[in-house]
């Protein structure tokens, strides 16, 4: 590290640990002259030494390992952005991609979905995994709150419950563009055992999995349209968006919204 990375990184650390609320984890806020947790509450969450992590934060702690930085990280409450930037100023590279099945979403991203009245939306993590919907896609594709949590996974749901197959207008264009677009997003958050585990139970499911599988193709999910045979409604056609979630790499959201004006009066049926 030069001069000035450890003088950057020690000034960041004590940013990020001045903006804390001593409280909120515990300690006392009495006799403290400056905000914010003390540096040996800081070492004392990250279990390091009070004395080197205070020559860090003084800029002559010598280069810390990526070990060290993340019980730093988890220990000051670091958001992923936050970490990433610890590790530019100390090695000039984001941190190792270390994939962390998410258990939920905020109040807030629920709400924002909820306000897509007409529009199906979704939010699945890196394994496609369907963690949030709103009543316009459980109108729609398929009420996710009726199955079990397992099997709210789009390559389960894709390739392995016949309603949901019979539902797309092209399935094996469909279903070939879902592996593909499954792959890259898997891969670039570093989930490489979790897609293997789930790749092997598909492939046993799923002769057509595996034959998808099997070509390697990769795909991005940005945009594109898709068409729906509803039971009630008939053919919804649906233009979809994807989305990363700010702050949350291992979340994309995605937004369908109907093509046409008779497109829109489908969905209005449908949620009524």
């Known amino acids: 590290m030069s001069d000035q990375s450890v003088q950057l990184l020690g000034a960041y650390l004590k940013d990020c640990r ?34 080197w992590y205070t020559w860090l934060e ?17 220990g000051l ?37 909820d306000t897509l009245t007409f529009s199906p939306a979704i939010v699945k993590t890196a394994t496609w ?41 092209d399935w094996e264009a469909m279903a070939r563009f879902v592996v593909g677009a499954f792959r890259a997003d898997a891969i670039r958050a570093g989930a490489a055992s979790e897609v293997s585990k789930l790749a092997d139970e598909l492939c046993l499911r799923s002769p057509e999995f595996a034959t998808f599988w099997r070509d390697n193709d990769v795909r991005v999910h940005g945009e594109g349209t898709k068409r729906i045979h509803h039971p009630t ?26 093509v046409t004006a008779e497109d829109v009066q489908r969905v209005r049926a449908l949620v009524g």
């Open 18 to 51: 001045a903006r804390l609320d001593p409280a909120s984890f515990g300690f006392s806020n009495a006799r403290r002259r400056t905000p914010g947790l003390r540096r040996e509450e800081v070492a004392q969450r990250a279990n390091i030494s009070p004395t």
């Open 58 to 74: 003084q800029g002559r702690g010598g280069a810390p390992s990526s070990e060290v930085l993340n019980r730093i990280a988890q």
């Open 77 to 113: 409450l670091m958001t992923e952005p936050e970490r990433e930037h610890l590790f530019m100023l100390a090695f000039g590279h984001p941190p190792e991609v270390v994939y962390r099945a998410p258990a939920g979403v905020t109040p807030r991203l629920q709400r924002l979905l």
């Open 233 to 258: 409604q008939g053919v919804i056609a649906l233009e979809f968006s994807g989305f990363a979630v700010d702050g949350r790499p291992d979340l994309g959201m995605i937004i369908y919204n109907p």
């Open 129 to 169: 995994d369907v963690l949030a919907w709103n009543r316009a896609a459980a109108v729609v594709f398929t009420d996710y709150s009726l199955l079990p949590v397992e099997e709210r996974n789009i390559l389960r749901l894709m390739f392995c419950r016949a309603g949901v197959r019979e539902r797309q207008d």
